[in-house]
Each structure stands twice: as structure tokens, then as C-alpha cells.
């Protein structure tokens, strides 16, 4: 990904920054919608994954939709430019003024994850003059085989309606002129790279598109939510589970009645591989058991590591400015960051060349989950970015 200029033009900047490769941004996005369009399925973004402008600005502008999960993210895809009839509103707990925002600006879907929540989106609604159009979000109880933090469908997480509350849910909708059913929605994890949890899930739709369609609701859309998961190995690689595959599943095993439509809400497979976050060494510490290199770059920056023990790749870019014969032999280290916290480590004994004070390190794969969850821990500075067509 990184040749010999935009090296050069890195080691100008100052770092720590995000830097965002928009070609290959570009190339997922419009690789994503190929395979989805031979299905005619429809995609939406989760914003939560990264909400960047430049990064939202091409996505919106490919004319894929709008995952949200906060009142601010429903406002950010509006002044985006995404259409409201393309903007979902998920999370487990929204609050009134978020709900009574979303109702203005007449979005296309709620997803409902809880009988409370519907009544509360009923009486809001009611008293907006507005009609609310919700999905019901089902806890399937389906194994999503990745980080426990990560996972959001087993009857152990705080998401989604439990399967015996449907016949409630029922009852409240048919109480409330001001809610219209249109549909299903799930989301089982993230960073899923085994086919059959897709597979499992597509079997579950499946019972309850039966289960309602059996009692007279002829649902407009199936949502089966998002969590392809990426190559963060080998990021210059092929990715573990591809756009066509994962398609290609819910084309084969999910059962669509008549027009339904099915909806996806994918995040970290539309941009977590065109995001690296490039940092300099700052110190190089010898330590009696260790060597650590200590980047300006930290926990604050990429939380993952520190959070969920991700693995990101990290390469040594001053490195690869090198002719091979100059460079010198390679050395174990833990790589860390400034941070005052041991949990502070991108890596332990990362093998890389022999590193000096200045050296510039590329950690990989940060375009999704990586600046949107940045911190100002220990009063860090504010982000910064670098985006390829400004270098090249
Ligand atoms: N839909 C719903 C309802 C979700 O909860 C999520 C992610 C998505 C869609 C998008 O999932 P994706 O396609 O990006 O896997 N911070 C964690 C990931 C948290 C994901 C939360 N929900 C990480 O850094 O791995």
C-alpha cells in the first residue's frame, strides 16, 4: 500500500495521524455494490464504524444508506446528504429527543429493540402527528464465533427483543396508529469470518419471516444488520470472506416472500482496510527482558488492541525507504504508546528491523473502529488526518 513517495510525504507530517487511502475506499465500495446489486439488495452504512467526513462523503455519494445508532449520527447522515428514506435508527437504548429528531426528519426505519421502546416510539410519534415506521430487532441466539465483546445475538446480550416478546409487540403495534411494522431486523456480531454463523442466521430469518407472515404481517424488509469481518493479517491480502461470498449466501439461503427487500448494514468491511494510522518512534527502549519501541501513537488513537486484544499489523515504513543491503538485522519488540496505561500496547514481540528514534511505523487496518473511538485520555492532542489525494 505504501510506496516510496507517499512514504516521503508522510515523514513531512505530523504524526500521529489517520491516514486514508480514498481509492481503495472507492474500489471496496463500488466492489460491495456490484455484488449486492445482482440480488438487488440494499446496503447501509454504520456510521459507528467510522463517520469521517471525507470517508462519509464518498459513501453517501456511491448512494448507499445510513445505519445510525445515535440522534448525532441520524443528523450527521441528514447533513451528509443521505437521503432521510435511507436512514435506519438501531441501538438498544434511544432516547426521546433522539426519537423525536429522527421522527422529523421522517427517516426510513426504527429498529426496535425493546416492547418498551415501541410503546415510547408509539406515544412520541402520536404526539408528533407522525407515523413511525419500525422494524423489530430479534435476539436470534445465533454463536457470531468472534471476540465476546463483539458479540450481539445471544440471549446473554443486552440487544434485540426476546423471541417470547413478539406476541407483545404485536399487540402494541396494533394499539398505535402512529407505528407501521415493516419489518425484521438482526445483527449477530461483528468481524465474522465464518460462513455458517451467515448460514445459521439465514435459518432464523427465516422461522420468523414465517412466524409473521403466518399471522397476516407480510414484512417489506428482512435486515440481516452487518459484521463481515475483514483480513487484518494480511492486509495488502485477499480478504478473508469476500463481498461476493457473503452475498452470495443470503441470496442462497434466505427466504425472500414476494417483494421483500433485504437490507444490510455493513461497517468495517466498507472501510476498515483503507485506514492505517502512522506514528513515529519515539524512544527505543532496552529494556532487561524486553526491547520496547514507544510510538507518539497510542491507546488514545487506536483503542482496539488495548480493548478487545486486536491485532492490527504493524510494518516499519522508514524500512522500507532502504535498500535491502543497508538495513540492519531485525529485533523483537513490544511496541507501545505514551500512554499512562500498561494496557498502552499495539503488539508484543513484534518482529521488526532494527528501529532509531524517528523511525515511521504503519499500524494497519484502522478504518473502522479506529478514530470514531478515539480519546482525549491524559489531554491528547485532536486527531489528524492525511488523505491519499492529497499526496498523491
Ligand atoms: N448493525 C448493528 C446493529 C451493529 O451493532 C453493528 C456493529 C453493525 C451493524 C456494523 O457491524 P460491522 O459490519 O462493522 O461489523 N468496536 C468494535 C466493533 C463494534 C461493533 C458494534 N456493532 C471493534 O472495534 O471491533
Given amino acids: 500500500?505504501?510506496?516510496?513517495?507517499?512514504?516521503?510525504?508522510?515523514?513531512?507530517?505530523?504524526?500521529?495521524?489517520?491516514?486514508?487511502?480514498?481509492?481503495?475506499?472507492?474500489?471496496?465500495?463500488?466492489?460491495?455494490?456490484?455484488?449486492?446489486?445482482?440480488?438487488?439488495?440494499?446496503?447501509?452504512?454504520?456510521?459507528?464504524?467510522?463517520?469521517?467526513?471525507?470517508?462519509?462523503?464518498?459513501?453517501?455519494?456511491s448512494g448507499i444508506g445510513a445505519d445510525c445508532v445515535s440522534g448525532n449520527e441520524v443528523l450527521k447522515a441528514v447533513e451528509t446528504g443521505f437521503s432521510p428514506d435511507k436512514i435506519v435508527f438501531a441501538g438498544v437504548g434511544k432516547a426521546d429527543k433522539e426519537i423525536i429528531a429522527a421522527l422529523h426528519h421522517d427517516i426510513f426505519a426504527f429498529n426496535v429493540?425493546?416492547?418498551?421502546?415501541?410503546?415510547?416510539?408509539?406515544?412520541?410519534?402520536?404526539?408528533?402527528?407522525?407515523?413511525?415506521?419500525?422494524?423489530?430487532?430479534?435476539?436470534?441466539?445465533?454463536?457470531?464465533?468472534?471476540?465476546?465483546?463483539?458479540?450481539?445475538?445471544?440471549?446473554?446480550?443486552?440487544f434485540g427483543i426476546k423471541t417470547w416478546e413478539l406476541n407483545e409487540c404485536l399487540d402494541v403495534i396494533r394499539n398505535f396508529d402512529s407505528l407501521e411494522l415493516i419489518g425484521l431486523h438482526f445483527h449477530v456480531g461483528s468481524q465474522v469470518v465464518d460462513l455458517n454463523v451467515f448460514k445459521s442466521l439465514c435459518v432464523k430469518v427465516n422461522e420468523f419471516n414465517n412466524w409473521f407472515d403466518e399471522r397476516g404481517y407480510r414484512l417489506k424488509v428482512l435486515n440481516v444488520g452487518g459484521g463481515l469481518g475483514v483480513n487484518y493479517t494480511d492486509p495488502d491480502g485477499d480478504p478473508i470472506v469476500d463481498f461476493k461470498r457473503y452475498f452470495e449466501i443470503f441470496d442462497q439461503f434466505l427466504e425472500r416472500k414476494g417483494e421483500q427487500e433485504v437490507h444490510f448494514e455493513l461497517g468495517r468491511a466498507l472501510v476498515a482496510q483503507s485506514g492505517s494510522l502512522i506514528s513515529k518512534v519515539l524512544y527505543v527502549k532496552n529494556g532487561i527482558k524486553k526491547h520496547f519501541l514507544i510510538l507518539d501513537a497510542g491507546m488514545t488513537e487506536l483503542m482496539r488492541p488495548a480493548l478487545y486484544q486486536a491485532y492490527h499489523k504493524i510494518e516499519h515504513l522508514s524500512a522500507k525507504q532502504l535498500s535491502e543491503e543497508t538495513r540492519d538485522g531485525s529485533v523483537n519488540y513490544d511496541v507501545v504508546g505514551p500512554i499512562c496505561e500498561s494496557t498502552d500496547c499495539f503488539g508484543k514481540e513484534v518482529e521488526l528491523p532494527e528501529s532509531k528514534r524517528g523511525d515511521l511505523i504503519a499500524i494497519r487496518t484502522t478504518g473502522a473502529y479506529g478514530e470514531v473511538m478515539a480519546s482525549k485520555y491524559n489531554l491528547r492532542d485532536e486527531i489528524r488526518y492525511v488523505y491519499s489525494d492529497e499526496i498523491v
Fill in 113 to 158: 429493540e425493546s416492547v418498551q421502546e415501541l410503546c415510547v416510539i408509539g406515544d412520541l410519534a402520536k404526539k408528533e402527528g407522525k407515523v413511525a415506521k419500525v422494524a423489530l430487532r430479534i435476539n436470534p441466539n445465533v454463536d457470531a464465533k468472534t471476540h465476546k465483546y463483539i458479540t450481539t445475538g445471544l440471549d446473554e446480550n443486552k
Fill in 1 to 61: 500500500m505504501f510506496n516510496r513517495d507517499i512514504i516521503a510525504a508522510f515523514e513531512q507530517k505530523e504524526t500521529p495521524f489517520f491516514y486514508y487511502d480514498l481509492q481503495l475506499l472507492q474500489a471496496t465500495i463500488d466492489n460491495a455494490l456490484t455484488e449486492a446489486d445482482k440480488y438487488k439488495f440494499h446496503i447501509h452504512y454504520a456510521l459507528k464504524a467510522n463517520f469521517n467526513e471525507r470517508v462519509l462523503q464518498i459513501i453517501q455519494e
